[in-house]
């Protein structure tokens, strides 16, 4: 145990049994001080890394997390700590973390499974055998459990192409290179890229048209397969089937500009009741697919980024009474969701202080979509990428008693939207 760590004791007991309040039956005292250890964990060993090597360990535990994510049923229900946080990323955002496990790769049984904040926890530095013994089984030994500067560089990174299924093979530090961007040559792939090769950025063009062109159950393209309550859409997005993969997109960068000219080019035919289907698919195509070539539908390494602040905010604050902040934070999350129950066309930004409670429910991915349904009729979604300023502005705006109440930000959408929690 690090005794320097402030969250590696064991969570607080109630003086009483009913003492604590809970919600859901998941935001609980003991899995927010638990959540808080993790964060605590993940970043006090990225601290021990240089910036360079913190980019390398990213890029790596993304693709680990892919791995891990299609070979659940296999057991490891206990991920290594860099798996874990990607996998906790993920869930804070959990429209896109529904479309992707459940919709677009078939991961239900990942989305199903509750957050093992307890086991993290407490098999921190001894993870049990029959996982570590699955683990080796299933990734190798080019594979290790635990991922360190010392171990992150060995093996080749790989993963079938999107477009014709053969392996795209490289070593780690030139994937580094590619999923960063620092490098756009092409390399050699056999399989379906032309004579001169290939890059990352024909990977996330090959990533969109194997979506456009799903079979079964059809297009399957990330950010158009919710409706803005972010239950399942019944009919599909009506631009998607107008709209023809490009095999060609120059300058590369630009796949957002080549989609939007041919779908202007469709709007001439179908008119302005094609304009929601066109605006929504365009937007997609800018935040799910753009520069990404990973599966999923954000990108987790800049989200890790965000979540950065977030958690300097945390362990800074004064956890000399922490049972009284974690009781506060349940309670005030309960406030902050019923004010959103009860307020029509709001942005809220929480406090630090309900944003523990608030990811400890998101990370229950059913229960926070059955709740968030049955008391507000939406699942409320979770944005961490807000400018700074804008909660500056907000924040100067309660202390001048002009938005209340004191543990929540607000402000009138101009614009018919769905609702988002920032």
Known sequence: MNLNLKFASNAPLPPTVKFFPHLDRVVTVEHCYYYLSFLE????????????????????????????LHNFNEGIRVPPLD????????????????????????????????????????????????????????????????LSPENMYDGTYSRPCYACQQEIVLPWSAY????????????????????????????????LESDLTNKC????????LLKPNGTIRKKPNKMVTKIKPLQIILPQEEMDYAYERQIQEQ????????????????????????????????????????????????ISMDWSSESDILIASIRHYHNFMATLKHQSN??????????????????CGPQYRKFT??????????????????????????????????????????????????
Request: glycine share 4%.
């Open 41 to 68: 964990r993940f970043w006090t060993f990225m601290d021990t890394m240089t910036l360079y090597e913190q980019r390398h360990y990213l890029a790596r535990a993304e693709v680990r997390y892919e791995k891990w």
């Open 83 to 146: 798996v874990a946080f990607l996998w906790h990323i993920h869930a804070l955002s959990p429209l896109r973390y529904y479309e992707d496990l459940v919709l677009r790769l078939r991961c239900n049984a990942v989305f199903d499974e509750i957050f093992p904040l307890d086991n993290l926890h407490h098999t921190a530095n001894d993870p049990h055998m029959n996982d570590l013994n699955i683990w080796n089984q299933v990734f190798g030994e080019d594979e290790p459990y635990f």
């Open 176 to 207: 580094f290179e590619y999923r960063y961007g620092v490098n756009t040559t092409r390399f050699p792939h056999d399989g379906c890229g032309p004579a001169e090769g290939i890059n990352f950025l024909d990977v996330a063009r090959m990533k």
């Open 217 to 224: 159950p059809g297009p399957i393209v990330a950010g158009t």
């Open 267 to 314: 709007l001439k035919f179908f008119g302005k009741k094609y304009e929601y289907d066109a605006n929504e698919l365009l937007y997609a195509i800018r935040t799910s697919y753009q520069s990404n070539p990973t599966p999923f539908s954000i990108d987790l390494i800049h989200a890790v980024s965000r979540q950065r602040r977030f958690y300097d905010t945390i």
């Open 346 to 363: 709001l942005h809220a930004v929480p406090t630090v202080e309900i944003d523990i409670a608030f990811h400890v429910h998101m990370l």
């Open 373 to 422: 349904l049955k008391h507000l009729h939406q699942v409320i979604n979770h944005d961490d990428n807000i400018p700074e300023n804008y909660i500056k502005e907000y924040t100067a705006r309660w202390k001048r008693g002009i938005v209340a109440p004191p543990y929540i930000y607000m402000v009138k959408e101009t614009k018919k939207e769905s609702r988002h929690v920032y």
